[in-house]
């Protein structure tokens, strides 16, 4: 199976130095890379409790019994997978202005998530709002099927936001991390509606919010234009005058900032990304400025 050309040899053997960071220790269902509440015999340090016949004497300090001639074991943290919920937005917006290639560069994060997820032995469930909700993936092997599953994706249509992420959230079995990357230009209450229902589910959530340089900065060369609402099919006449550009960029701030503001509330990581952006230093450096990867 083909990737896109921009994950060459060089571009993975940068993502395999990443891996997912969890705030939060999860269940997970098999051993993995992530620190698990279990106690067990990981590689990651615990804590100390009394000796107890019966217990294996490999795991007794034999230091801490010289300096106090009492026999104590160490333990250790589990470490178990963690399942990745990737929401991926390839609704209309997502492809507006071919030029901005938002979708392309949505695609391109979500598969460059879950090659880091799956070389650390994670679980990643793939879902594009009203074109696929996927199977549970686990195994490097698996992100060829994942990029065949993306790579056929058209954003198109005007899906359900928040019935589409509540199929999303029915497919999670253990709490975990879910990842939403989207450009947000719905309608603010679907937004915080949709998101709700994954905080529901104790997922501990990161949003990837892409803009495209034709959604800051619509048609900078042009004065007038005839603008079809790519999800609705309505026409509408505007003057691209510096008034109504002023204009969206006020209404434009306004939305972002409520988006801000509610995933600061909510305790939901927030990164902005741009399309035009280089896509290993937008990963490398603002997904660890937000503590999704490391």
Not at 84 to 100: C, H, K, N, T, Y
Not at 112 to 135: F, G, H, I, R, W
Request: hydrophobic share 40%.
């Amino acid at each position: 199976m083909t990737l896109p050309a921009t994950f060459t040899p060089a571009f993975l053997r940068q993502l395999e130095l990443l891996k997912l960071r969890a705030r939060r220790a999860f269940l997970g269902t098999k051993q993995g890379g992530h620190i698990s509440p279990r106690k067990g015999h990981g590689i990651e340090f615990s804590d100390y409790r009394k000796y107890e016949p019966g217990d294996n004497p490999r795991h007794i300090d034999w230091g801490v019994y010289g300096r106090t001639d009492r026999l104590y074991v160490k333990r250790y943290q589990e470490e178990q997978d963690l399942s990745m919920l990737l929401v991926i937005d390839a609704s209309a917006s997502m492809s507006a202005f071919e030029s901005d290639k938002k979708w392309e560069r949505a695609r391109d994060i979500a598969i460059a998530l879950s090659y880091t997820a799956l070389m650390e032995q994670d679980n990643v469930v793939l879902c594009v709002p009203d074109k696929l909700l996927s199977a549970m993936y686990s195994g490097p092997k698996a992100i060829h099927l994942i990029a065949k599953e993306l790579m056929a994706i058209v954003a198109q249509g005007r899906p359900d936001f928040v019935k589409e992420m509540q199929r999303a959230a029915a497919r999670v079995r253990f709490p975990g991390k879910a990842i939403v990357i989207s450009d947000l230009l719905y309608p603010y209450d679907q937004i915080e509606k949709a998101f709700d229902i994954l905080r529901a589910k104790n997922l501990e959530i990161s949003a990837i919010h892409l803009l495209g340089p034709n959604d800051l900065n619509p048609l900078p060369d042009s004065s007038f234009a005839t603008v079809v609402d790519s999800e609705t099919n309505e026409t509408l006449e505007i003057s691209l005058d510096p008034e109504n550009r002023a204009e969206y960029q006020e209404i434009l701030e306004e939305h972002n900032e409520n988006i801000r503001t509610y995933f600061a509330r909510s305790e939901i990581s927030y990164t902005l990304a741009k399309s035009s952006d280089d896509l290993l230093s937008f990963i490398t450096n603002n997904l660890n400025q937000i503590g999704l990867i490391r």
